[in-house]
């Protein structure tokens, strides 16, 4: 209260008639406290932030209602303080500790009133957190029947480097998990400048191609363009063997970026497939049915950062950690909350439904608590989540 009244200044004694009369009542309250109290809440709030840093190191992301109750308009104007304290119950804390989160509709309560849930992460965890809400609002449909608008890529806080890829790394393909472990997002598919040809290298497992640079005699050839973090890309290039390796590429817009290249003596015995103008179109082509399920079994032991890349949604992937380190086939742990039981009103109704949907991702790992006092209840959950 203190601080909101230091925000107004002087304008709150000069023109406090002009004030709302229920702001100004919130106002007014700033003048019951003093240093010794700002201290104290701050001495206070360090160690509730601490303990809430140590019960979250185990989780990823924490699933809230974004409001606990709906309030009609007459409600809030008989008893407005009430009614606001009331509906940040669930995200108060966030910005008092230097959390984030993010709402987003989830599907209607059986009373077909509206509701929605809000994901809570450490803080600088923003972007991976926008990602995940944006892969997971289309599946609650009944939400919003409005087509989903199409946002850019958010931007990244570290630096990146765009990689053309040609083959085995494309979406779906075999080898495309390397990109997401080194937390890569797909930009966009495009093709090489009529410079290029390809071929279907011999003796590669799982089968690769060779994009090779020939002036004035190639095509254009499909690939995709994905952006990693710097510090990662070091990593990868280390882990691809010859006789590919990263070189420079041209793009049909005429932008050059880092891509897939091939050496000259991997040709020998390599098939030319230019003519295909793309491995997937080669691929669909002489793939057989055995070579395909190999490929979708190796994916399916991705690491969890691709949860969402296997329900088919593209670009879940940031350079900041959430609370705890990545480890291969360790799911993304995502808890659920609900203050009294789950079905005993509309919004914990529609919670567990949102909880029910999140369930049937691959790689996720839900907890619920329910039946949990509200003066402890984001404290509970955590704990019950760590156990």
Not at 260 to 286: N, Q, S
Request: proline share 6%; with cysteine; aromatic share 8%.
């Amino acid at each position: 209260m203190a601080e909101r009244r230091a925000a107004v200044g002087r304008f709150f004694t000069t023109h406090a008639d002009d004030i709302h009369q229920v702001v100004r009542g919130i106002l007014q309250s700033a003048a019951s406290f003093d240093a010794v109290d700002t201290f104290n809440a701050r001495y206070r709030l360090a160690e509730l932030t601490r303990t809430a840093q140590q019960l979250l190191a185990g989780v990823d992301v924490l699933v809230v209602p974004t409001a606990p109750c709906m309030p009609t308009i007459d409600a809030v104007l008989a008893n407005p303080v009430e009614f606001n304290s009331q509906l940040g119950y669930y995200t108060n804390f966030v910005n008092l500790m230097n959390m984030c989160a993010i709402a987003i509709p989830a599907d209607r309560r059986a009373d077909g009133l509206p509701a929605g849930i809000t994901l809570i992460g450490p803080a600088g965890a923003d972007q991976r957190l926008a990602e995940i809400a944006a892969a997971w609002q289309p599946l609650f449909g009944k939400a919003d029947q409005s087509e989903a608008v199409a946002m850019a890529p958010l931007p990244r806080n570290s630096p990146v480097v765009q990689v053309a890829v040609v083959g085995a790394h494309l979406v779906g393909q075999p080898l495309n998990w390397q990109l997401l472990e080194g937390s890569a997002r797909l930009l966009g598919t495009t093709t090489t400048s009529a410079d290029y040809r390809l071929y279907a290298l011999a003796g590669t497992s799982p089968p690769k191609p060779g994009l090779v640079r020939v002036p004035d005699q190639g095509e254009r050839i499909e690939v995709e363009v994905w952006e990693m973090p710097l510090n990662l890309f070091g990593a990868f290039v280390a882990a691809i063997p010859a006789p590919l390796g990263i070189g420079s590429l041209q793009l049909a817009d005429g932008q050059w970026v880092k891509g897939f290249i091939c050496e000259p003596v991997g040709l020998e015995g390599a098939l030319d497939i230019t003519d295909f103008k793309g491995w997937r179109a080669y691929r669909a082509a002489h793939t057989s049915s055995i070579a395909h399920r190999s490929g979708v079994a190796r994916m399916s032991n991705v690491d969890r950062r691709s949860f969402i890349k296997l329900a088919g949604i593209i670009g879940l992937s940031a350079a900041l950690p959430f609370g705890r380190a990545y480890s291969a086939d360790a799911p993304l742990v995502v808890g659920f909350i609900y203050v009294g039981a789950r079905d005993d009103f509309g919004y914990n109704q529609a919670h567990a439904q949102a909880a029910a949907i999140i369930k049937t991702l691959p790689n996720v790992k839900v907890i619920e608590e329910e039946n949990v006092p509200e003066t402890v209840a984001v404290q509970k959950t955590m704990e019950a989540m760590i156990r």
